[in-house]
């Protein structure tokens, strides 16, 4: 039952990508323009597609529990079609948790293709014990069909790489697949799957809409979680709050600030909810006017 699960999240998002793209192939992109730049989950290669730097910041607590705090720090240099991203989160707590450092390089192909591809180190610490530091790498790639249309896919740790490097035990694999479609300037539908190796699968919907230039309001379902967020663009900034509910455990509250280096990006409206699912960065994907 699980691999039917897992194929079938997979590979549905395309089936329904191919299937909308169809229909619109004929549409007017022209209409188009950028609302919604963090529609993604984790995928690097999406943040090549901004024409700003950006700088952000996070804090989530897991089911409430001291013991269970993420907090995250985000920078993403972007030159032209280039960019340097960089990543630095911490999940746990003093005594005991996780250190992870991503540096890595994307670059944009056009307007139609990016790749991104970086190291990851990671500091197992907890007291009493001698820190493990292990090293892999990841690597996304993301594919705007049409102004309406992205398909992501990412690979953390492809390479298979053991905690402490010539440790016994293996890193875990994940893949993860997302398909974005936006039938207009106030609403995107989010189409995810992910797969951790060994670990739990996902699969589930996002919603993003956007009544006034000022708010976002988003909804998350999937089979391990729901979830709801609010986020205020303001003059560059981006502040968001939001809730997630584990139907196994309990509610895990987050909050976030983000900042866009350049002007022409300060009426951007960024979604709040994606940072949620599994504790991990949030990305940027660009539906831009005429692109």
């Given amino acids: 039952m699980n691999t039917k699960m897992f194929y079938g999240g997979i590979f549905m998002p395309i089936i329904i990508l191919l299937f909308l793209s169809k229909i619109e192939i004929q ?5 188009q323009n950028l609302h919604f730049t963090h529609a993604l989950h984790d995928f690097p290669a999406a943040r090549s597609m901004l024409r700003s730097s950006y700088l ?4 989530r607590n897991d089911f409430c529990t001291k013991e269970m705090m993420f907090k995250e720090l985000e920078f993403d240099f972007i030159h032209q079609q280039d960019a340097l991203l960089t990543t630095i989160t911490h999940y746990g707590y003093g005594s005991f948790g996780e250190l992870a450092v991503h540096i890595g390089y994307g670059r944009r192909f056009g307007n139609k293709v990016a790749v991104a591809l970086r190291g990851v180190y990671l500091l197992n610490h907890a007291t009493h014990y001698a820190p493990r530091h292990s090293f892999t790498v990841d690597f996304s ?6 102004a309406k249309l992205c398909l992501s896919v990412a690979l953390f740790n492809p390479i298979r790489m053991k905690y402490g490097i010539t440790g016994e035990e293996v890193i875990p694999m994940r893949f993860e697949l997302q398909g974005d479609y936006q039938p207009n300037e106030k609403l995107l539908i989010s189409l995810y799957g ?3 190796l060994p670990g739990e699968l996902d699969i589930g ?3 993003h809409f956007q009544p006034k230039n000022n708010l976002i309001l988003s909804s998350i379902a999937s089979i391990t979680n729901c979830g709801i967020g609010i986020s205020i663009p303001w003059k560059g900034f981006v502040f968001n709050v939001q809730g997630q509910w584990y139907y196994r455990i309990s509610v895990s509250p987050g909050c976030g600030v983000g900042y866009y280096f350049k002007k022409e990006c300060n009426d951007i409206a960024v979604d709040s909810l994606s940072a949620l699912t599994c504790g991990r960065t949030k990305t940027p994907l660009l539906f831009k006017k005429g692109n």
């Avoid at 549409?27 to 209409?31: G, L, M, T």
């Avoid at 952000?56 to 804090?59: G, I, K, P, V």
């Avoid at 790639?141 to 049409?146: Q, T």
């Fill in 27 to 31: 549409a007017q992109e022209s209409i």
């Fill in 56 to 59: 952000h910041a996070a804090f």
């Fill in 141 to 146: 790639i993301c594919y705007k069909i049409n």
């Fill in 194 to 196: 992910s797969k951790t």
């Fill in 205 to 207: 919907a996002r919603l």
